[in-house]
């Protein structure tokens, strides 16, 4: 069987660059194992789609956000499969589902000073009695923090773990939120 990993070929990136379309598969064309090449983001996850690879990743199972970062991919969770990563997706959906927006707003409701991501993700599989893996808990708990923290109910209080493309493109691992009164 032919290999169709799919590798990411950089442009140079100008240091006024829109970061958002550096980190979402601007400034680079890609090229396939076969031989094909892909001049956009567009065709390149066209062509993942195809080969039965995940559409995050392309089939390399990292993530590349910027020349100099990439992490595991965790729409595949690292397999780099097209399979693996509609099952994550329905999975997610799945999560959504259950923790609601409403519940994770009850949760934090009570604490006071800082709470970090893992902490209210462990308070939402005990309440829920999710055994640690079976769901996506902790990707679903910080898109409800971060939608709390856009609406000006949470702040986010950490430093950022990577600093990706000077301040603007951070990442974080495990951050902490407080309530927005406190
Ligand atoms: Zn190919
Ligand atoms: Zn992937």
Known sequence: MKKHTI???WN????????????????????????????????????AMETNQCTTCLGTATEQIVPNFSQRCTSCAGTGRRKAQLSWELAYAEAEAAITVDLVRSLITPLTGPFQLSQ????????????????PVGPRVRDVLRQLEAAGELVLVS????????TTVVLYRDPYWQHASE
């Open 120 to 135: 209210v993700a462990d308070t939402v599989r005990a309440v829920l009695g999710l055994p640690v893996g079976r769901l």
């Open 12 to 47: 140079d990136i100008p240091d006024d660059a829109d970061d958002l379309l550096v980190v979402r598969g601007g400034f680079r064309s890609y090229l396939c194992l076969c031989g094909k090449h892909l001049a956009d983001r567009d065709a390149a996850e066209l062509h």
């Open 159 to 166: 430093a950022p773990d990577e600093l990706l493309r000077g």
């Open 7 to 9: 590798t990411a070929l």
